[in-house]
């Protein structure tokens, strides 16, 4: 049997790429996975040709089994056949006859051919999204695996409505009255510089005067935009789980990860990361998160601010916290867009307290600005996405592409 030659024939019967027939094979075996299926039960996720051409090629390469189901309307009974039989076993009609035999088509996808074909989604999609020049940093991150501390920044948040810092800061909706200080501002927010934009607003803008209000503006921006429910497969918190980390650090506010580790046994409310105290034990499986920033719960202790920032990492304390908690692990940066000077500024403080080697997931990346990271032990792990129609990154792909790199990294092989 061969899987690259299903493919490559369902792409040729209904014209498309290798590619996207790849994505309807893999659609259709998400949608029926070992239960036994009908027609029907795809109809919602593919149009009736595409049914037609994949159960044809299935059915020729033998990786799914057909029975038929009918029910006999002489004697209200029903019953289980081959495809090739037509008689009733009731009124030994005809079953595609002239008597109206409800006949149904059951196909069965068989065991072995299930283990292949999930090997071969696998193999595929994993050559799909990770970005061939970088794989030796992946082969170094998958050896550390067990060891990663998974640092969450904001656009694992995206899915759920959360904006980003670009979109959070634009919805304070700043105003000056200096048009030098409007051009600061939009400097400060093209070159990603967001603790300074937020400086600024909190010092210079007419509508919110102070860290507190900002705090306030900034809770309410939050629990305003933030979706209720999401589906598990357009978004990454119940896969950044699966790395079962004892601990995980955001700079986000909010307190969605912590939603989706508190259903595992071994849970630990999240927590500031300026509240940890070094005689308490991070046992295995606490599955606890550290916010950096505080958040939105604790409203007064999230950092909205360069100087609150400043002060935040170059007090002692938390130096020291970083040390004992960081140790000589690895992080891996998840969320963070690595061209702003947020994120490189972050990253900078941190380094400076635990040096060692860190991992930071970057969607199509660019090749100087990952050289640029490996000066400072940051390696990429590069991901091709999907451009979406303004030729920035497909968010959607994305979110598809950190469960493939997630089940690569924790061996799940979705069985
Ligand atoms: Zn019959």
């Not at 990770?130 to 998958?142: A, G, M, W, Y």
């Not at 051009?183 to 607003?201: C, N, R, V």
């Not at 939105?296 to 020291?320: A, C, G, L, R």
């Not at 916290?321 to 947020?342: T, Y």
Request: proline content about 2%; glycine content about 4%.
């Amino acid at each position: 049997m061969s899987l690259e030659n299903l493919m490559k024939s369902v792409a040729s019967d209904l014209q498309l790429s290798d590619e996207d027939a790849f994505f309807l094979i893999e659609n259709m075996i998400n949608c029926i996975g070992r239960e036994q299926f009908t027609k029907r039960l795809l109809i919602e996720n593919l149009t009736d040709e595409q049914i037609l051409v994949i159960i044809n090629y299935m059915e020729h390469e033998k990786i799914i089994t057909t029975e038929v189901s009918y029910e006999c309307p002489v004697f209200n009974e029903s019953s289980e056949t081959i495809p090739s039989a037509n008689k009733c076993e009731f009124c030994e009609g005809n079953l595609m006859g002239d008597i109206d035999h409800e006949v149904e088509f059951i196909y069965h996808l068989k065991d072995n051919a299930y283990k292949d074909v999930l090997k071969w989604l696998k193999e595929k999609e994993e050559e799909r999204y990770f970005k061939h020049e970088f794989l030796d940093n992946l082969k170094r991150l998958k050896e550390a695996s067990n060891r990663i501390i998974p640092f969450i920044g904001a656009g694992l948040s995206l899915p759920f409505g959360i904006p980003n810092w670009r979109g959070l800061i634009e919805r304070l909706s700043p105003s000056f009255e200096k048009n030098y200080q409007n051009e600061m501002f939009d400097d400060l927010m093209d070159s990603g510089d967001f603790m300074e934009a937020l400086e600024l607003i909190k010092d210079k803008s007419y509508l919110i005067t102070g860290e507190k209000q900002l705090q306030t503006k900034v809770v309410e921006i939050i629990k305003n935009t933030q979706l209720s429910y999401v589906e598990e497969r357009e978004h990454n918190y119940s896969d950044i789980v699966k790395l079962e980390s004892n601990f995980y650090l955001t700079t986000n506010y909010d307190l969605i990860l912590s939603k989706y580790l508190s259903k595992f046994n071994e849970y630990t409310s999240a927590m500031n990361f300026n509240e940890f105290d070094d005689s308490q034990e991070l046992h295995i499986g606490s599955n606890q998160v550290l916010h950096l920033h505080g958040n939105i719960k604790q409203k007064e202790s999230m950092v909205v601010s360069k100087k609150s920032y400043e002060k935040f990492y170059s007090d002692n304390d938390n130096n020291f916290r970083f040390v004992s908690l960081i140790g000589s692990k690895p992080l891996l940066f998840l969320g963070f867009s690595f061209n702003d000077a947020f994120f490189e500024d972050l990253y900078n403080k941190i380094y400076n307290v635990i040096s060692g080697n860190h991992y930071i997931v970057v969607a199509n990346p660019n090749f100087d600005t990952a050289r640029e990271l490996a000066k400072k032990n940051l390696k990429v792990i590069g991901l091709n996405i999907k451009k979406n129609k303004n030729d920035g990154t497909d968010s959607q792909d994305y979110v598809k592409a950190l469960k493939v790199l997630i089940r690569y990294l924790t061996n799940d092989n979705g069985t």
